[in-house]
């Protein structure tokens, strides 16, 4: 079984940082790539940030230059460090692992944390 499990959300003051984490778990998985989605009422999910195993990173225009992604592949964790936060910021964040388990390559989502920026 795995697992994927986000940490690290809250309420936050616009102009503030926030660093969310995550991490996937379960026996002999391989990850690929990981990344944060995000998602507010009646919109779709959309892509926040990605990251591969050799550190290739993809940001959603709205966030360049304020959020950056990481990650600890020894861990199999994801990080994502959030600054200069403003309201439209604000939204649910799930984590995303793509990963192989017993030769099935599929992608993984977390339960989400919730991310609210106050003005």
């Known amino acids: 079984q795995v697992h994927v499990v986000e940490s690290g959300g809250g309420l936050v003051q616009a102009g503030g940082s926030m660093r969310l984490s995550c991490v996937a778990s379960?026996?002999?998985?391989?990850?690929?790539?990981m990344g944060w989605y995000r998602q507010t009422p009646g919109k779709q999910r959309e892509q926040v940030a990605t990251?591969?195993?050799?550190?290739?990173?993809n940001y959603a225009d709205s966030v360049k230059g304020r959020f950056t992604i990481s990650r600890d592949n020894a861990e199999n964790m994801v990080f994502l460090q959030m600054n200069s936060l403003k309201p439209e910021d604000t939204a649910v964040y799930y984590c995303?692992?793509?990963?192989?388990?017993?030769?099935?390559?599929?992608?993984?989502w977390g339960q989400g944390t919730q991310v609210t920026v106050s003005s």
């Open positions: 995303n692992a793509d990963l192989t388990k017993l030769g099935f390559r599929r992608e993984y």
């Open positions: 379960g026996k002999m998985i391989l990850i690929h790539a």
């Open positions: 990251i591969t195993t050799t550190e290739d990173t």
